[in-house]
């Protein structure tokens, strides 16, 4: 099983440019999440997907925007990037759509806003 | 709104010596408390984690405690070897009135050799 998985790797923008992060996983996970880490913040809840055809608003959602394609995969679009949005980007899933239960993540994506 | 505070921010200590890790959450609703431990460069992956009908929980050389009267969980690393450096996060989860995990800030924790 490769578990969670996440393209790009490494992704460098000018401002206003739109892309989408892309996550699956392979673990029959309920629940799906997009994180990002900045330096000194720890990780902090952008949208979450608790079962497939649901998605909700996490801490920081303004910007982003989510789609929950299949069971599997979990997408995050930005529209118009801004330098603010640079950071390393971090696709979670879990077994049960709950918060009460281990998330594994997978290998994050770099993102550079110039 | 609801936050995790995790101090030390920065944490050194000697081969074999204890780490102690501690969080403060403001959340009443939480019951799920976790700690993942992120290498440089990698993924956070879980290392340990408590309910709240738990107070304490052990695994190997790794522990976790939790006061939920005080709001206060800590980790505490045993007999510390270099592999352990890492960041260590906690978070405080609930599932009650809507799902929320906050993260703490982080703990950069080094074991010198």
């Known amino acids: 099983n490769a578990g969670v998985t996440q393209t790009p790797k490494f992704q460098v923008l000018k401002t206003g440019q739109s892309m989408t992060l892309q996550c699956a996983q392979d673990m029959n996970h309920n629940s799906m999440y997009w994180y990002r880490q900045d330096p000194g913040m720890g990780l902090r809840l952008i949208y979450y997907s608790a079962s497939e055809g649901t998605t909700d608003k996490g801490e920081v959602p303004n910007g982003y925007n989510v789609s929950r394609l299949n069971k599997r995969e979990f997408s995050l679009r930005l529209e118009s990037a801004a330098p603010s949005q640079t950071s390393v980007y971090f696709c979670?899933?879990?077994?049960?759509?709950?918060?009460?239960?281990?998330?594994?993540f997978g290998p994050g994506t770099r993102l550079t806003v110039l | 709104g609801e936050n995790v505070e995790q101090h030390p921010s920065t944490l050194s200590v000697q081969e074999g010596d204890s780490a102690v890790i501690k969080c403060t959450y403001s959340?009443?609703?939480?019951?799920?408390f976790p700690w993942y431990k992120q290498e440089l460069g990698k993924r956070p992956q879980l290392i340990i984690d408590i309910r709240s009908n738990v107070g304490e929980k052990k695994d190997q050389r790794i522990a976790v405690t939790l006061n939920k009267t005080a709001k206060h969980f800590s980790l505490h690393i045993t007999e510390t070897q270099p592999e352990d450096s890492a960041v260590y996060f906690c978070?405080?989860?609930?599932?009650?009135?809507?799902?929320?995990?906050?993260f703490g800030a982080g703990t950069r924790l080094f074991v010198k050799a």
């Open positions: 959340d009443s609703a939480s019951n799920y």
């Open positions: 978070a405080a989860s609930r599932n009650t009135g809507g799902f929320k995990t906050i």
């Open positions: 979670a899933s879990s077994a049960l759509a709950g918060g009460d239960n281990e998330q594994f």
